[in-house]
Nanobody
Framework: EVQLVESGGGLVQAGGSLRLSCAAS????????IGWFRQAPGKIHEGVLC????????YYADSVKGRFSISSDNAKNTVYLQMNSLKPEDTAVYYC????????????????WGRGTQVSVSS
């Protein structure tokens, strides 16, 4: 079965860190663009950080530059989102997504989605 499964969310104080994981099964993520998106209550999906392993290109939302980073473990077919210096405005459900195409920060460009993991940042 082709799927993405996120984990690692939780409650953290402002200034803290979390690392989210996105485990891919049924396909090799190296052939796809992987994106992390988030959706806060009452807001639309926002592209946070997207990465193309084929050419190394990366998209960052301005709001997370310098604080969030992406890495991967090919052996585990897993992509990670490292989130540092978290702020209350980072509170959202975070989703991992994949697309078979070029790099994009747009929600509608992605075909495969995980179910999401909740990140809550207290002030």
């Amino acid at each position: 079965e082709v799927q993405l499964v996120e984990s690692g969310g939780g409650l953290v104080q402002a200034g803290g860190s979390l690392r989210l994981s996105c485990a891919a099964s049924g396909f090799g993520f190296n052939d796809y663009v992987i994106g992390w998106f988030r959706q806060a209550p009452g807001k639309i999906h926002e592209g946070v950080l997207c990465f193309s392993s084929s050419d190394g290109s990366t998209y960052y939302a301005d709001s997370v530059k310098g604080r969030f980073s992406i890495s991967s473990d090919n052996a585990k077919n897993t992509v990670y989102l490292q989130m540092n210096s978290l702020k209350p405005e980072d509170t959202a459900v975070y989703y991992c997504a994949a697309r078979n195409g070029g790099l994009s920060g747009y929600y509608s460009a992605y075909d495969l989605w995980g179910r999401g993991t909740q990140v809550s940042v207290s002030s």
